[in-house]
């Protein structure tokens, strides 16, 4: 694959990420907490592998952060509308997942 099609899918990957970490925090349903940290393992792992096959220039990260983000918040709202989540928590994980592009 191609650079740009590897971004997309890592944006993908990146928000699933993010949104499942969200929820297992937030979620009132204590039996959905493996299934949520076996999801949060796998996304992570693949998110790990596709970002160490380029070098992200901070233009990528730019773009990377802004469309993760936007994907995070319509997955949440539209898939979670129950979970409460905060846009600075959201940042705050993304934040964390774009220094592992590094």
């Given at each position: 694959m191609g650079k740009n099609s590897d971004?997309?899918?890592l944006i993908r990957l990146m928000a699933n990420t993010i949104?499942?970490?969200i929820v297992a925090e937030?979620?009132?349903r204590p039996e959905s907490k493996n299934f949520l940290e076996s999801e949060i393992i796998?996304?992570?792992g693949q998110?790990?592998?596709m970002?160490?096959?380029h070098h992200w220039t901070d233009s990528d990260k730019s773009y990377i952060k802004e469309k993760t983000l936007k994907k995070?918040?319509?997955?949440?709202?539209?898939?979670?509308p129950d979970v409460?989540?905060?846009e600075k928590e959201a940042k705050y994980l993304l934040d964390k997942e774009v220094r592992d592009l590094e």
């Open positions: 971004r997309e899918s949104v499942h970490k937030h979620t009132n796998e996304y992570g998110t790990r592998r970002a160490l096959e995070t918040k319509e997955k949440i709202s539209l898939k979670y409460p989540f905060s």
